[in-house]
């Protein structure tokens, strides 16, 4: 697989997470799902608590300090495969950039009606 180039990697590590997130959660409610579950999902990937996300949303801190900060980064998120922009996520060398393609793939699945029990690979 290519790497990531630096350009591409300096552009999301600066992107506010903030500014993708109402993307996030458009992408669940069109498909029928809602923002608690887009949250559940974002809180499972990275520890954060619902009121130290909303405070990480309100800071509005980029991407790169968004996963640096995250409190616990679940170990599950391993099982986590499959492509996002025709990229497989697995594959992704860049430690930040691999997060990043967790999550789009985890809203992903939420948008395409998976059970949440499977999403956050219960099972």
Request: net charge positive; with cysteine; proline share 3%.
């Amino acid at each position: 697989m290519k790497p990531t180039s630096e350009a591409t990697l300096k552009r999301v590590y600066a992107m506010i997470f903030a500014k993708v997130y109402p993307m996030y959660i458009a992408k669940a409610e069109k498909k029928g799902r809602i923002k608690d579950e887009v949250d559940e999902v974002i809180r499972w990937l990275t520890g954060y608590t619902q009121s130290k996300l909303n405070a990480q949303i309100k800071k509005e801190v980029n991407f790169e300090e968004f996963f640096k900060q995250a409190p616990k980064l679940n170990a599950s998120r391993k099982l986590i495969t499959g492509t996002v922009c025709g990229v497989r996520v697995e594959d992704v060398e860049d430690t930040i950039m691999r997060e990043v393609r967790y999550l789009d793939k985890l809203v992903d699945e939420l948008a395409k009606g998976r059970p949440m029990e499977k999403i956050l690979r219960k099972n």
